[in-house]
């Protein structure tokens, strides 16, 4: 039990690191979403299991899979509706976007 | 044993942190700096279920479980008000 949770915590570490440097490194905001949803569930949500698996006691267990539950749920719609208003306030996508079917529609 | 897994959680986490916090003084838009507070949230919840850990006490992983539901809450708001600057 203490393996699998100190597995989780590092394992949830290591995304959090990686999306923190996304979010400084990509090139703009689009990609930086990108990056920065992905330290919500599986950074967090994996320190929050590896913790309660840590602790071995069945309720902190249920707990912390109804935080990453809900933690799922609500990283995409946080993210969408942050990436909906930036494109609604003008923000311009990277010159390498080679898509971008919301210009004219503002 | 789980100390030592802990040390270095909070050492990435601290990284990470400083690397959320940049973005936020540095990003151009008002939009980056919500992301990047969104980020820093995000790590203070694995700070605090690691320190859960590191101390041994259950009780703090229900902080850090509130603290994810307050933060989603902040962004949706920050997001929202990006949204009603942009209708005027």
């Known amino acids: ?106 | 044993m789980i100390e030592v897994v802990t040390d270095i959680a909070f050492g990435l986490l601290g990284i990470a942190m400083m690397l959320a916090v940049s973005r936020l003084i540095l990003g151009p838009t008002l939009a980056d700096r919500i992301l990047a507070l969104d980020v820093a949230n995000t790590i203070g919840i694995g700070l605090i279920a690691t320190f859960a850990v590191h101390v041994h006490q259950a009780l703090y992983v229900d902080v850090a479980i509130a603290l994810a539901l307050v933060g989603f809450v902040a962004t949706i708001s920050f997001a929202r008000y990006l949204l009603a600057q942009v209708k005027r």
Request: positive net charge; without cysteine.
């Open chain 1, 1 to 106: 039990m203490t393996y699998a949770g100190a597995i989780l915590i590092l394992v949830g570490a290591v995304f959090a690191v990686l999306g923190a440097l996304g979010v400084l490194r990509f090139p703009d905001l689009y990609t930086r979403l990108h990056a920065a949803s992905k330290t919500g569930p599986l950074g967090a949500g994996l320190i929050l299991v590896g913790a309660g698996v840590s602790t071995g006691d069945a309720l902190t267990i249920l707990r912390t899979l109804v935080g990453i539950v809900f933690l799922l749920v609500v990283s995409p719609v946080s993210t969408h509706l942050l990436a909906r208003a930036a494109a609604r306030s003008g923000i311009a996508p990277s010159s390498s976007t080679s898509i971008n079917e919301l210009r004219n529609s503002r």
